[in-house]
């Protein structure tokens, strides 16, 4: 069966505060990138055999501003503990500090950051179930 991959994309004022943000603090990479293409620079993040990617472009001379809610999420399930403290610890050592979430449901098995752009990341210490 194909699993499709999912691709997040969003605009952002400021390229290089999300690439810390999501590379050194989450531990993305960067897949690929682009550079004036219609007037419009790039960069692709996540992991290269993950079926998800993130795409923040910048419009040359455009501002698109902040998150418009506190409640736009992200959610990343990580059952380990281990590894999630260690992913905490990361982005802590790179200068982010966790947020109150919104939905105070959030912060009762997880942690939330909120990334330069004003969205949230949730790292949430449970598996995934339906």
């Not at 897949?31 to 219609?38: C, I, T, V």
């Amino acid at each position: 069966m194909y699993t499709p991959v999912l691709r997040v994309a969003r605009p952002t004022d400021d390229i290089d505060a999300l690439m810390h943000f999501y590379c050194d603090g989450l531990g993305f990479e960067k897949l690929s990138s682009f550079n004036d293409h219609n007037g419009f620079n790039g960069v692709m993040l996540g992991r290269s055999q993950a079926p998800y990617h993130f795409e923040f472009t910048h419009q040359i001379g455009h501002i698109v501003g902040k998150a418009p809610t506190q409640d736009h999420l992200l959610i990343f399930y990580v059952p380990d503990a281990a590894s999630l403290k260690d992913i905490i610890q990361r982005m802590q050592h790179c200068g982010f500090s966790t947020v109150a979430s919104y939905n105070p449901y959030w912060d009762e098995k997880g942690c939330c950051f909120e990334d330069p752009d004003g969205y949230r990341i949730v790292l949430q210490q449970a598996e995934w179930t339906l």
